[in-house]
């Protein structure tokens, strides 16, 4: 079964099954692999697959596998072909039978951990890139906010300052006496009124 194969493996099938033709793509009837154009290819495909663009370090790879350069099969001056006697395209059960060669697994390691380092700096440096996003469309916001009362404070009922509401209280405690004396003027005329036509 595939998915017993190592996960670079695995990845490596999938992405030859998908890969556009003028990148590369199975060869040799199947039994080998050809990366027309490595530059392009580091570029837009390895990306997707192994989250890093280094051909160098997916060649390394390959020689860790145990995989080995074949017959060219076009003239284009940059293709490169590798084949493994157990990898290939319609037999991906074989896969499970390459083996990882140990002679260079410290390399290997120290290389693995020197490319998961960098993918998580890169990693570290995307969120801080979209935080540093968020953050100025925060501010943007704000400041939009803030015009948008500026504009809408005419129209907002305020409370008169504190002078104006003294002047005013002082205005109603004096009108409202002046209306109490006119009150009972105007109830003491009407009665000297009624008691003259009595």
């Known amino acids: 079964m595939k998915s017993s194969a190592p996960m670079f493996l695995q990845k ?86 390459i083996k990882r060669k140990t002679n260079h697994s410290n390399e290997a390691f120290n290389q693995d951990a020197a490319e998961a380092v960098d993918e998580l700096r890169r990693d570290v440096g995307e969120i801080k890139a979209t935080l540093s996003g968020l953050d100025a469309q925060l501010k943007q916001l704000q400041e939009v906010v803030k015009v948008t009362m500026t504009l809408l404070e005419p129209f907002q009922f305020k409370p008169p300052p504190p002078l104006h509401q003294e002047l005013l209280e002082e205005a109603i405690a004096y009108y409202m006496p002046a209306r109490s004396e006119d009150d009972d003027w105007s109830r003491s005329s009407s009665h000297h009124r009624i008691m003259h036509q009595e």
């Open 12 to 97: 490596l099938f999938d992405m030859l099954h998908a890969m556009p033709p003028f990148l590369g793509g199975w060869c040799h009837g199947g039994s080998a692999f050809e990366i027309s154009a490595p530059l392009e290819f580091a570029r837009l495909v390895l990306p997707q697959y192994f989250k890093h663009s280094k051909y160098t370090s997916f060649v390394r790879q390959l020689n860790f596998y145990g995989f080995v350069k074949g017959a060219k099969v076009s003239d284009v001056a940059t293709s490169v072909v590798f084949q493994h006697v157990h990898f290939v395209q319609h037999k991906p059960h074989l896969m499970r039978r």
